[in-house]
């Protein structure tokens, strides 16, 4: 015979299921079901190409940089900023010694790592959208190394 539980009884496994879901009245945006709230920043367009986008380490990120500061509910703070951009510096220098394909499933591990930080309310959701549109363009160690330096460029005009 199956038992069924009551919301007041132990189902196992630890679960509190009378705890609030703090998730309520918030959208998540396209069925997206990472386990993450899609960030309803915005923020000025950022294409990993500097042939293409001449002023992407001056302007761009001058820019991106303006956009991560103005909004104070959760700010990012610098601390928070080198602490991503130290592992992206990190996945850089192994990308010149391993084979690029075993450095890129923990460059797309950035994904994670930010969404946990948001959740801490560590980072807002301009630095969330910063981080994953470069993430997405990043497919080569050219690519890396060209995130790394418009990281770089955009911690330099984040400072007071």
């Given amino acids: 015979m199956e038992q069924r539980y009551t919301n007041n009884q132990n189902r196992g496994g630890g679960f509190n299921h009378n705890r609030p879901n703090n998730n309520q009245g918030q959208q998540r945006s396209g069925g997206d079901n990472r386990g993450y709230d899609r960030p309803q920043a915005t923020i000025p367009p950022i294409t990993l190409d500097y042939t293409k986008d001449v002023e ?3 302007t761009t990120a001058q820019s991106v940089s303006q956009k991560i500061a103005q909004n ?3 700010e990012t703070k610098s601390t928070q900023m080198r ?3 130290d592992y992206v510096l990190e996945l850089y220098e192994q990308s010149k010694t391993k084979p690029f394909a075993e450095v890129l499933p923990f460059v797309k591990m950035l994904n994670s790592k930010v969404a946990y930080a948001k959740s801490r309310s560590h980072v807002n959701d301009e630095f ?3 981080i994953q549109e470069c993430i997405k363009q990043v497919d080569s160690p050219k690519k890396l190394e ?3 330096l418009f990281f770089e460029a955009l911690i330099g005009f984040s400072k007071k």
């Fill in 56 to 58: 992407l380490f001056n």
């Fill in 72 to 74: 104070k509910k959760p």
């Fill in 83 to 85: 602490n991503f951009y």
């Fill in 128 to 130: 969330v959208l910063m």
């Fill in 146 to 148: 060209i995130f790394k």
